[in-house]
């Protein structure tokens, strides 16, 4: 299986400043024959199930602030809140859907300092 | 609108089965793989199983291998889980999620299954 390891565990960040979580996975999750990274980024808010931010490891979701943006590739990826606004408090978590049993990254709880 | 919506969870013993029912609307449900993904009590989320969307091929994680299986009707659009000797660390809260061609996208609101004695 293919492991993804988040960092760090937990992040708190000045409103209106920025928050970057990194996800490293075990393996390679780009794909030769479209060139793209199968990696995906979910918010969850407390008692809420998990809402799609970024797939392909840099595409918005429709509906997604554009304070939100994905980077990176291969193996390294990158979630930036540019700005932090209150509603962003949040877990976060990556998922791999290269393979077709889905891995979770342990997640990156955000709080405002 | 895309909805779906767990239902069947609650409080069972150990060794012990459950059938969870995940009913969808709001899209063509045979066109869609659908998974399982599990969330215990301030816990990361464990993805469980997918049914591809004419319920031909089936894939699990290796901790429910064995004791889990996916099943789905599409007649109903309603994909199931039946969850075999249930164990305390089953314990969770268990959302079916639609699969999509370039990410699983919707999530149901879960449904709360207890494992105790």
């Known amino acids: 299986d293919i492991v993804m390891t988040q960092s760090p565990d937990s992040l708190a960040v000045s409103l209106g400043e920025r928050a970057t979580i990194n996800c490293k996975s075990s393996q390679n999750v780009l794909s030769k024959s479209n060139n793209k990274n199968y990696l995906a980024w979910y918010q969850q808010k407390p008692g809420q199930p998990p809402k799609v931010l970024i797939y392909w490891a840099s595409t918005r979701e429709s509906g997604v602030p554009d304070r939100f943006s994905g980077s990176g590739s291969g193996t390294d990826f990158t979630l930036t809140i540019s700005s932090l606004q209150a509603e962003d408090v949040a877990v976060y978590y990556c998922?791999?859907?290269?393979?077709?049993?889905?891995?979770f990254g342990q997640g990156t709880k955000l709080e405002i300092k | 609108q895309v909805q779906l919506v767990e239902s069947g969870g609650g409080v069972v013993q150990p060794g012990r089965s459950l059938r969870l029912s995940c009913a969808a609307s709001?899209?063509?449900?045979?066109?869609?793989?659908m998974h399982w993904v599990r969330q215990a009590p301030v816990k990361g989320l464990e993805w469980l199983a997918i049914i591809s969307y004419d319920g031909s091929q089936r894939y699990y994680a290796d901790s429910v291998r064995g004791r889990f299986t996916i099943s789905r009707d599409n007649s109903k659009n309603t994909v199931f889980l039946q969850l075999n000797s249930l164990r305390d660390e089953d314990t969770a809260v268990y959302y079916c999620?639609?699969?999509?061609?370039?990410?699983?996208?919707?999530w149901g609101q879960g449904t709360l299954v207890t494992v105790s004695s």
């Open positions: 999620v639609r699969g999509g061609a370039s990410v699983d996208d919707y």
């Open positions: 998922q791999q859907h290269y393979t077709t049993q889905r891995t």
């Open positions: 709001g899209f063509t449900f045979g066109s869609h793989a």
